[in-house]
Protein backbone atom coordinates (compact mmCIF):
# COMPACT_ATOMS: atom_id res chain seq x y z
CA UNK A 1 0.00 0.00 0.00
CA UNK A 2 1.10 3.56 -0.61
CA UNK A 3 0.10 6.39 1.40
CA UNK A 4 0.07 9.93 0.75
CA UNK A 5 1.31 11.81 3.82
CA UNK A 6 1.98 16.02 4.49
CA UNK A 7 5.25 16.44 5.27
CA UNK A 8 4.43 17.22 9.60
CA UNK A 9 2.27 14.00 9.80
CA UNK A 10 5.68 11.94 9.36
CA UNK A 11 6.16 13.13 12.98
CA UNK A 12 3.05 13.55 14.62
CA UNK A 13 3.01 9.53 13.34
CA UNK A 14 6.43 8.98 15.86
CA UNK A 15 4.51 10.27 18.93
CA UNK A 16 0.72 9.11 18.12
CA UNK A 17 -0.43 7.32 21.34
CA UNK A 18 -4.03 6.53 20.35
CA UNK A 19 -5.20 9.93 20.76
CA UNK A 20 -7.09 12.52 18.25
CA UNK A 21 -10.29 14.61 17.48
CA UNK A 22 -12.40 11.79 17.44
CA UNK A 23 -13.06 7.49 16.80
CA UNK A 24 -13.42 8.40 12.68
CA UNK A 25 -9.93 10.09 13.17
CA UNK A 26 -8.41 7.82 15.44
CA UNK A 27 -9.24 4.58 13.66
CA UNK A 28 -7.94 6.29 10.90
CA UNK A 29 -4.79 7.70 12.01
CA UNK A 30 -4.45 3.70 13.90
CA UNK A 31 -4.53 2.25 10.79
CA UNK A 32 -1.73 4.44 8.91
CA UNK A 33 0.39 3.72 11.87
CA UNK A 34 0.06 0.00 11.89
CA UNK A 35 0.26 -0.29 8.43
CA UNK A 36 3.90 1.70 8.37
CA UNK A 37 4.97 -0.02 12.00
CA UNK A 38 4.21 -3.81 10.15
CA UNK A 39 5.88 -2.57 6.53
CA UNK A 40 8.65 -0.28 7.07
CA UNK A 41 9.31 -0.47 3.03
CA UNK A 42 5.40 1.09 2.91
CA UNK A 43 6.25 4.31 0.05
CA UNK A 44 5.27 7.69 1.03
CA UNK A 45 4.62 10.42 -0.97
CA UNK A 46 5.18 13.60 0.55
CA UNK A 47 2.72 16.44 -0.13
CA UNK A 48 1.88 19.37 1.97
CA UNK A 49 -1.79 19.91 1.69
CA UNK A 50 -4.68 17.39 3.30
CA UNK A 51 -3.78 14.00 3.25
CA UNK A 52 -4.38 10.05 4.38
CA UNK A 53 -4.73 11.41 7.92
CA UNK A 54 -6.52 14.40 7.20
CA UNK A 55 -9.13 12.28 5.02
CA UNK A 56 -11.12 11.56 8.25
CA UNK A 57 -9.89 14.58 10.40
CA UNK A 58 -12.96 16.89 11.62
CA UNK A 59 -10.80 19.73 10.22
CA UNK A 60 -10.49 18.91 6.80
CA UNK A 61 -12.51 21.26 5.09
CA UNK A 62 -12.14 20.12 1.30
CA UNK A 63 -10.58 21.61 -1.78
CA UNK A 64 -6.91 19.99 -0.25
CA UNK A 65 -7.27 22.57 3.06
CA UNK A 66 -7.51 21.99 6.93
CA UNK A 67 -9.54 24.29 8.93
CA UNK A 68 -5.76 25.69 10.20
CA UNK A 69 -4.21 25.52 6.59
CA UNK A 70 -1.84 28.39 7.36
CA UNK A 71 -0.57 27.06 10.57
CA UNK A 72 -0.40 22.77 9.26
CA UNK A 73 0.71 24.33 6.24
CA UNK A 74 4.12 26.19 7.96
CA UNK A 75 4.73 23.27 9.91
CA UNK A 76 5.19 20.84 6.61
CA UNK A 77 7.39 23.79 4.88
CA UNK A 78 9.53 23.60 8.11
CA UNK A 79 9.33 20.03 8.11
CA UNK A 80 10.46 19.74 4.43
CA UNK A 81 13.66 22.48 4.91
CA UNK A 82 14.80 20.91 8.06
CA UNK A 83 14.63 17.29 7.26
CA UNK A 84 15.88 18.14 3.10
CA UNK A 85 13.15 16.19 1.93
CA UNK A 86 11.49 16.91 -1.15
CA UNK A 87 7.98 17.74 -1.98
CA UNK A 88 6.17 15.02 -3.94
CA UNK A 89 8.50 12.75 -4.06
CA UNK A 90 7.79 9.16 -2.80
CA UNK A 91 10.42 7.62 -0.26
CA UNK A 92 10.15 4.47 1.97
CA UNK A 93 9.21 4.52 5.68
CA UNK A 94 12.59 3.51 6.49
CA UNK A 95 13.89 6.18 4.47
CA UNK A 96 11.89 8.65 6.62
CA UNK A 97 12.75 6.72 10.21
CA UNK A 98 16.89 6.88 8.81
CA UNK A 99 15.65 10.83 8.04
CA UNK A 100 14.67 11.89 11.07
CA UNK A 101 17.29 10.09 13.39
CA UNK A 102 20.15 11.16 10.91
CA UNK A 103 18.41 15.35 10.44
CA UNK A 104 16.15 16.22 13.41
CA UNK A 105 17.35 17.72 16.37
CA UNK A 106 15.89 19.27 19.61
CA UNK A 107 16.32 22.61 18.50
CA UNK A 108 14.74 21.80 14.88
CA UNK A 109 11.56 19.91 16.41
CA UNK A 110 11.11 22.53 18.99
CA UNK A 111 11.09 25.19 16.21
CA UNK A 112 9.01 23.21 14.16
CA UNK A 113 6.10 22.43 16.59
CA UNK A 114 6.46 24.36 19.27
CA UNK A 115 2.93 25.74 18.22
CA UNK A 116 1.06 23.11 17.70
CA UNK A 117 -1.86 22.17 19.92
CA UNK A 118 0.06 18.69 20.46
CA UNK A 119 3.42 19.81 21.40
CA UNK A 120 2.51 20.55 25.32
CA UNK A 121 1.72 16.72 25.73
CA UNK A 122 4.85 15.78 24.84
CA UNK A 123 4.23 12.57 23.34
CA UNK A 124 6.03 13.99 20.06
CA UNK A 125 9.19 14.70 21.77
CA UNK A 126 8.76 11.07 23.87
CA UNK A 127 8.52 9.29 20.29
CA UNK A 128 10.80 11.36 18.20
CA UNK A 129 13.77 11.17 20.82
CA UNK A 130 13.43 8.01 22.67
S1 LIG B 1 -5.92 19.12 11.91
FE1 LIG B 1 -5.66 19.65 9.75
S2 LIG B 1 -3.60 18.89 9.21
FE2 LIG B 1 -4.18 17.90 11.12
S3 LIG B 1 -5.11 15.95 10.50
FE3 LIG B 1 -6.78 17.46 10.70
S4 LIG B 1 -7.08 18.30 8.63
FE4 LIG B 1 -5.06 17.29 8.69
Known amino acids: MNLI ?3 HHLLCIQGYQGKGYNDEFVNNMTKITNTLKNNINTKIKIISKT ?3 CSKCPNNI ?4 CKSEIKVNSLDTKTIKLLELKENKTYTYKEILNTIKEKLTLEKFEY ?3 NCEWFKYGYCKKGLFK
Open 51 to 53: DFI
Open 62 to 65: GNGL
Open 112 to 114: ICK
Open 5 to 7: LRA
